[in-house]
């Protein structure tokens, strides 16, 4: 993505609480705005979205009972499915990810992760789901496994999910040829802490783990050769005494490493934490707000100049101009998208 001319975005929503479904977007690299172009409602309640490396297609979950996923082709100004959904075989899928020639999806209520191979442009039937196993200290939201995220990890050898319901990280290994997903290994991480959402430094030497029931930030190193995760530290992502109802959402890494940016629900912040050399001791720097209410997503676009946060109760997404210096992201435009819960860009 240049710094001139024009990218595209997609912005999913709840269609069960007033969304759009997926909403297409141009982006003027120059200021960062969005510009709706069209939108479909062709699935229900497109939470969370992924592209093809391509970018003609998109996949989207279909965060529902059921639980599914649908392919998108996106070549167009507006989106159209390509085939039918494909049944997950899990309840509320909350997160999807592309790898190996399938797509995975973390599905929340029946914490477990399943495996869709792509077929062309369309989707296979699903080979594999992968159940969790556990619960947590807080009866409310742990009384069993939640899984909240699926990533393949940088090396492209394993696939890492994130459990809020278990206070755990599990390493997966995922047969490109067959689909099927195996255990190789699991993490515990501090009781009623919640994990839910995780990501690699560009040095794929460790990751850094989002927490929900408690809005901190676990550092891990990651050893891609053994598959392991290692639990070293822990850092508040919002200041002493302003814990109560946040409920953190989305983590995200600055391309050159030295940033991070957490978004928090109920404290409607941003926060920005600065990286020393060692990757292991991130310190909070500040929190500006969201430009709205209850922040679901965090996205930084491919410039990393800019970050979007979906603003899920005030119906919103607000970007921001990133100081390259401090990392302080400063307000600089927003458009409306009702029940907006994700941000991808093509």
Partial sequence: MGTTGTGRAFIGSFTTAGGRGIIAASVDRE????????????????????LSEDGSV???????AEGAVAAFDVTGAQPQLNGASVAVGGQDPTHL??????????????????????RGEELGERTSVLVHEGSGPNAARQQGPHAHQVLPDPSGRWVVSVDLGTDSLRVCALDAATGALTLHGETALKPGSGPRHLVFHPEGTHAYVLNELEPTLTVCRWDAGSGTLEPVGETAVVPDGEYTETYASEIVVSHDGRFLWAANRGHDSLSVLALDESREKPA????????????RDLALDPSGRRLYAANERSGN??????????????????????????VVFG
Wanted: with cysteine; proline share 7%; net charge negative.
């Fill in 58 to 64: 998109l996949y989207s979950v279909s965060e529902t």
């Fill in 97 to 118: 990810a592309l790898t190996a020639g399938h797509v995975l999806t973390a599905n929340y209520s029946s914490g477990s992760v399943s495996v869709v191979p792509l």
């Fill in 284 to 295: 909070l720097v500040t929190t500006v707000g969201c430009g709205g209410h209850w922040p």
């Fill in 317 to 342: 997404v607000t970007w921001f101009d990133i100081d390259p210096e401090t990392g302080i992201p400063r307000r600089a435009g927003f458009i409306e998208a009702p029940a907006a819960s994700c």
């Fill in 31 to 50: 200021t960062g705005a969005l510009t709706e172009l069209g939108a479909t409602d062709a699935v229900a309640n497109p939470s969370f979205l992924a």
